[in-house]
């Protein structure tokens, strides 16, 4: 599927868009649909071409992605148990 010709990358603002989110999305979860595009977009480089620089780019967006992960978690953590409770 990531080398399928027929697939078309949407932006992150359609990805966003297509959802009709009942909570408005967090800065943190933009900014993860980013990390996640980019990392595709470096970890596609990297495949294909086997570009090393691409794949540190990548490697460096997975560890991005992990850090906003934590975020992400501590955020929905917060709306559910009320912000004494996130961690």
Do not use: W
Not at 6 to 15: G, K, M, Q, S
Not at 22 to 39: C, D, F, G, R, S
């Amino acid at each position: 599927m990531l080398t399928d010709p027929n697939f078309i990358e949407a932006p992150v603002e359609d990805l966003i868009e297509e959802f009709k989110y009942k909570i408005k999305p967090t800065q943190v979860h933009k900014e993860l649909l980013t990390a996640v595009e980019n990392y595709y977009r470096e970890n596609e480089k990297y495949m294909t071409k086997h570009n090393h620089e691409a794949g540190k780019r990548a490697r460096k967006q997975l560890l991005a992605i992990f850090h906003l992960v934590k975020k992400r978690r501590a955020e929905i953590s917060g709306q559910i148990y009320g912000e004494d409770d996130a961690t």
